[in-house]
């Protein structure tokens, strides 16, 4: 099946610092999603981008297909992004990455 | 917002004993996924359904069975429970396997 790489397996962040989380595929697919488990453990679907790039918020995710690779890059972190994220791709079965932690300090 | 309810939110089951996890959505989405956490492996499909009364295998469905009686309702079956089986599941939906939307999770304990 798809291996999906995320990288920094963590990551912690002074309030205000910007971050930039990476997700590497093993071959192309349809689907591209980043989501955000919170320390609870609730997951919440970020962005949806199988390609190009995408806004919302203080997100910013670039998708290149055809490199196999996708980045998540977050603006202006707060203390209350501090979680995990996940990258997922696929067609029909999503793959999920381990994750990067992401804590944000005051 | 989908809406995607899980049951029971925590159990704990016996070596052996057979347990149900049950899934609801009511948004009418296609797609109904269920997936485990476990430290170090992340989450992982282990079956999914993409029309009522069909299901499929995913990466690890070995010990487990899936049902969908209807677009609703997705539930997973561990016939004999073992201990390797504790973990976090999650069922998902999604409609023609676009954005997922995940419940609230199953913390499954087996003893």
């Known amino acids: 099946g798809q291996q999906v790489q995320q990288s920094p397996s963590s990551l912690v962040l002074q309030e205000g610092e910007n971050a930039e989380l990476q997700c590497n595929f093993s071959s192309t697919a349809t689907q591209l999603q980043w989501f955000y488990q919170s320390p609870g453990g609730s997951l919440v679907s970020l962005l949806s981008n199988p390609s190009g790039t995408k806004h919302t918020g203080r997100l910013t995710s670039t998708t290149v297909t055809k490199e196999r690779r996708s980045s998540l890059h977050i603006s202006s972190s707060q203390t209350t992004d501090s979680g995990t994220y996940l990258c997922a791709t696929g067609y029909q079965n999503f793959y999920f990455g381990k994750g990067t932690s992401l804590t944000v300090i005051p | 917002e989908a809406a995607v309810t899980q049951s029971p939110r925590s159990k704990v089951a016996v070596t052996g004993g057979k347990v149900t996890l049950s899934c609801h959505q009511t948004?009418?989405?296609?797609?109904m996924y269920w997936y485990r956490q476990d430290t170090g492996h992340g989450l992982r499909l282990i079956h999914y359904s993409y029309v009522a009364d069909s299901t499929e295998k995913g990466d690890i469905p070995d010990g487990y069975k899936a049902s969908r009686p209807s677009q609703e309702n997705f539930s997973l079956i561990l016939e004999l429970a073992s201990l390797s089986q504790t973990a976090v599941y999650f069922c998902a939906s999604s409609v023609s396997a676009e954005t997922l939307y995940f419940g609230s999770g199953t913390r499954l304990t087996v003893l």
């Open positions: 948004n009418n989405h296609d797609y």
